[in-house]
């Protein structure tokens, strides 16, 4: 029954033609350099200091550490934030 389901699935996303990333609802990053970070598909924010940022996500967890971090803007779906990155660890 499982397999029927995600076949259905499949078919339907590919029919759509909805993106890959939404479909599997993976977080997409995108990141400018070392200052400049945009996140969307996540869930919330779980910490949030000058040094560290930690965000769930439908997979896992994303830790941002760094210094002046800071959250630029975020809305249910995506998020801004800037600063001076120094690691970007991706937690399951």
């Known amino acids: 029954m499982k397999e029927t389901y995600t076949r259905f699935r499949e078919g339907l996303m590919n029919t759509l033609e909805v993106p890959e ?3 599997a609802q993976e977080s997409l990053l995108t990141i400018t350099g070392n200052s400049s970070l945009y996140i969307e598909n996540y869930k919330s924010i779980q910490f949030y ?8 996500t439908k997979k896992g967890r ?7 971090l800071k959250i630029q803007f975020y ?18």
């Open 62 to 68: 994303i830790r941002i550490c760094g210094k002046s």
């Open 49 to 56: 200091s000058q040094n560290s940022i930690r965000i769930l």
């Open 21 to 23: 990333d939404l479909a």
């Open 75 to 92: 809305t249910c779906d995506e998020m801004g934030i800037s600063g001076n990155f120094q690691e970007i660890v991706f937690e399951s």
